[in-house]
């Protein structure tokens, strides 16, 4: 299961990133407006969760287990 997943608000046109742990280390939540251009909040969710995997892999990972964690979230 993602820690982050995303909501979107058509009101307000922002698309939410929910933490539901907001004990760890990001924030409760996290807005990103989006447009043609913009990163969309599901390319910001992957990078957070990725982010968070690979923080956890131990000092001795290997090479081949971070482009594994990399490669689930492309």
């Known amino acids: 299961m993602e820690r982050f997943t995303t909501t979107h608000s058509p009101k307000s046109r922002v698309k939410r990133i929910i933490d539901h742990n907001p004990k760890d280390i990001w924030n409760?939540?996290?807005c990103v407006m989006y447009?043609?251009?913009s990163i969309t909040a599901q390319e910001?969710?992957?990078s957070l969760?990725?982010?968070y995997e690979l923080r956890q892999l131990s000092p001795s990972?290997?090479?081949k287990q971070m482009q594994?964690?990399?490669n689930k979230y492309r």
């Open 28 to 30: 409760n939540e996290v």
């Open 35 to 37: 447009g043609e251009y």
């Open 44 to 46: 910001v969710a992957n």
């Open 49 to 51: 969760n990725m982010a």
């Open 61 to 63: 990972a290997t090479k």
């Open 68 to 70: 594994e964690i990399i």
